[in-house]
């Protein structure tokens, strides 16, 4: 295995970016794996191919629409009109099932055939939404997992897991990468790249995390 190199699980939204240029920096190179699962954004997919090519990033997409079909969620299926809040017991219905599990699973063994270890995801428990596949202890666990499946030594790392959105925004700026990462990444539920549509759970959370970093910055 390869200790300096790095798999990013890649949306092109800004947590998974942030986290691409988070690797380019501690590892010397960089390989960047975007998934299409059936959501109804999917034109993120292409904004990751671009940001990955200008960031001379390898770039590879799987189409792995089986998890779309799993479970109802508002990702995924056009009928079901998507939760704005978190209800107040169970999961928003933005919530893909086995998403993450899937992801960092098929991620593992493309990162096993290319001799590589490390594997970097934008999951946060600070920010989580509320879903299971975003804590700390189910990454760990799955690390652990993967590792005994393969007889691996994989690392999972998390650079954002116990950083909120404006503390996301500030390791963008530090990386320099935060007007990129406000203009050119894809994080709307409704499919709409930069700020966004503004209303969706996503906009929301990455705009309130925006505004909070900016008004940090000016009594600097």
Known sequence: MNKEEALVVFSGGQDSTTCLFWAKKHFKKVYALSFLYGQKHQNEVELARRIAENAEVEFKVMDVSFIGHLGANSLTDTSIVMD?????????????????????????????????????????QTDFSGYPDCRDIFIKSLNVTLNLAMDEQFVIHTPLMWIDKAETWALADNLGVLDLIRKETLTCYNGIPGDGCGHCPACRLRREGLEKYLASKEYQ
């Not at 919530?95 to 590589?116: D, M, T």
């Not at 490390?118 to 946060?124: E, L, P, W």
């Open 84 to 124: 704005q809040e978190k209800p107040a017991d169970g999961f928003p219905n933005t919530f893909v099932p086995g998403r993450n599990l899937f992801f960092l699973s098929i991620a593992a063994v493309y990162a096993r055939e290319k001799g590589i270890n490390h594997i970097v995801t934008g999951v946060s």
